[in-house]
RNA sequence: CGGGGUGUAGCUCAGUAUGGUUAGAGUACCUGGUUUGGGACCAGGGGGCCGAAGGUUCGAGUCCUUUCACCCCGACCA
């Protein structure tokens, strides 16, 4: 392509609202524009980032024998009604009516869609395994898009379905699709870990996080500083701790402690750890036609993990509640405790279940129980995994040591079962002759968050970082001085030539100067630029990489092997 | 959906407290000239329904009302 004529806006300055390297550099680069909140035009060397993305998906795919669909985009709501889904998930579908005053949505997702492709079609486990997917627009109205492409409302996504006659072979594909993910962030040169998840609303029994490595991302993960074991904070599992602080001996009473609220005041008041003090954190919890006051108790040096809380009480939501509702209920803020357990419902962290020694509200103004062995609840209250980990918690699969870090979600793989194949009626008939529901697995993948993942991973002060299987264009070449006839004429052969080797490549023949076409090289972020400049009297080009931001001499007449070898 | 903010040239923004010639700057764009190794310089030029609608006024970018859009924090996010 030549820059002269190629539609590639840059600008000096981001967009104002721009505020991660991704959104600032695919603006100010020319790949993207925005239209709307969360709506954005794919400009050329965005699409071209995007097709070599879809390409490499497309190879390790067919490695792996899914098979390439395209349904369409529009979806009739009744489907959506026939899995329940309309009502799950409210808002974000985007809901309208064709002239017919038929009700659609735009799809979000295609679990139904593939489910409705596959049923009645697919009857025979003779034919099973199946794994279907596509790369495709969806839409979801999300209440809040940000970050440019990184959470738009319409957003590219390949999602995957399998369909199985057997956990045993729904187990492997799952590991198979895992393997070709990985294959494929490894392709894109990405820094990633894959990671357990919440399976949360969508049920079944697993589901794992592709996260590629970011400070800007917005998911919260816990890796083991010793083995492989990652998980989403949502999700993540400990050991029990280790260095147990010494325990406050004290026979069971009743304490009184004048406005202690806090746990911080309270471990301060009894001179002890917070690990030996009760957390009470309460909330109103949502279920579908009502609605409910939960105590969540957790020791003192934890948190509530709010993920874990919804699949503990099933809720579909879970809202703060004040004090005044907590009164009405004859609780009392800051002395509420586990023993007393009528006046709503509790939930206490399993952690919490043989814990001896402890300091928890005594459900009554300035009082506390001191010396609470809470073996006593564990015949009547419901324990359940609760409490958010720690960094510097202990690995639930060896002894290393949890930390945290950010990361960006590029991927989600289920193992799904027959949550959908059973709400909507899709059977296939077994060896015995009787009908069974598949047994699914799903697995999305972002693919234009992934092109705003590898501007995070891959920019420098100066713009985008380019690896070659990403790179709109591999080879720049930058004609220094355009009157320069000798410049001009190596710089047109090498473009043909590297063109009849189908290498990417872009020529700058604009009328500018050196400064303004290295800097509009380094913002757009080509791998190579070859320097087509004052030294070619002495018969030298440059090769500059922008990874290293190195000039390399290289013989003019060398240029096109040296070149070559690079790719 | 709660709380806050912003809408003026393609982009980044002044101007609005206190209404008053023809609405500005930088950048980008066009023409001519000089320049040519790190976003050049000089001269000339094009580009605006001041988000939209209504109102107050002799007069509104500026004041009032309504509305829309976008952004930020939070909630939400198979």
Not at 312 to 332: F, H, M, P, Q, R
Not at 378 to 406: H, Q, R, W
Request: aromatic fraction near 8%.
């Amino acid at each position: 392509m030549r820059r002269s004529k190629a539609f590639i806006p840059t600008t000096k300055e981001a967009p104002s609202d721009a505020q991660l390297a991704s959104h600032i550099f695919l603006s100010r680069a020319g790949f993207v524009t925005q239209v709307a909140s969360g709506l954005y035009n794919y400009l050329p060397l965005a699409k071209r980032v995007i097709r070599k993305i879809e390409n490499i998906i497309n190879e390790e795919m067919a490695k792996v024998g899914a098979q390439e669909v395209e349904l369409s985009f529009v979806t009739p709501a009744d489907l959506w009604a026939e899995s329940g889904r309309i009502e799950k998930f409210g808002k974000e579908l985007l809901r309208f009516k064709d002239r017919k005053n038929n009700l659609f949505v735009l799809g979000p997702t295609h679990e139904e869609m593939m489910v409705d492709l596959v049923r009645n079609r697919v009857t025979s486990y003779k034919n099973l395994p199946l794994n279907l997917y596509q790369i495709k627009t969806k839409f979801r109205d999300e209440a809040r898009p940000r970050f440019g492409l990184m959470r738009g409302r319409e957003f590219i996504m390949k999602d995957a379905y399998s369909f199985h006659a057997s956990n045993e072979d729904l187990d492997r594909e799952f590991d198979a699709m895992e393997a070709a993910y990985k294959k494929i962030l490894t392709r894109l040169g990405l820094d990633f870990r894959v990671v357990e998840a919440d399976s949360g609303a969508i049920g079944g029994s697993g589901s794992k996080e592709l996260m590629v490595i970011a400070d800007s991302g917005e998911d919260t993960i816990a890796v083991c500083s010793k083995c492989e074991y990652g998980a989403n904070i949502e999700a993540a599992k400990r050991s029990a701790r280790g260095n147990i602080p010494e325990a406050p001996e004290a026979e069971f009473n009743k304490f009184l402690t004048p406005n202690i609220k806090t746990i911080d005041e309270l471990a301060e008041f009894f001179k002890v750890d917070a690990y030996y003090t009760v957390k009470c954190v309460a909330k109103r919890v949502v279920y579908a036609d009502e609605s409910e006051i939960v105590l969540f108790f957790v020791r003192g040096c934890d948190n509530l993990q709010e993920a874990k809380a919804h699949n503990a009480t099933d809720a579909l939501d879970i809202v703060d509640v004040t004090e005044e509702e907590l009164a009405e209920l004859g609780l009392v803020p800051g002395f509420i405790g586990p023993l007393d357990q009528d006046k709503a419902k509790h939930v206490i962290d399993s952690d919490l279940k043989n814990a001896a020694h402890m300091i928890c509200g005594a459900n009554e103004v300035d009082n506390h129980f001191v010396g609470v062995d809470m073996s006593v609840l564990s015949e009547t209250a419901y324990f359940a995994d609760i409490a958010e980990v720690n960094e510097g918690d202990i690995c639930p699969d060896c002894d290393g040591v949890l930390t945290f870090t950010k990361g960006i979600e590029v991927g989600h793989i289920f193992k799904l079962g027959t949550t959908y194949s059973e709400a909507l009626n899709a059977k296939f008939l077994d060896e015995n002759g009787k009908a069974q529901p598949f047994i699914m697995g799903t697995y999305g993948m972002g693919v234009s968050r992934l092109v705003a993942a590898v501007v995070e991973q891959h920019h420098d002060d100066n713009g985008c970082i380019w690896t070659k299987e990403t790179a709109p264009y591999i080879v720049n070449i930058m004609i220094s001085n355009i009157k320069d006839e000798a410049q001009v004429a190596l710089g047109e052969s090498l473009y043909a030539q590297l063109q009849d080797a189908n290498v990417d490549v872009m020529i700058d023949d604009r009328k500018e100067r050196f400064g303004f076409k290295m800097k509009d090289a380094e913002l757009i972020g080509f791998p190579y630029t070859v320097i087509i400049g004052k030294e070619l009297v002495n018969g030298e080009v440059q090769i500059f990489d922008r990874k290293s931001t190195e000039k390399t001499a290289v013989k003019s007449d060398m240029i096109f092997t040296k070149v070559m070898e690079l790719l």
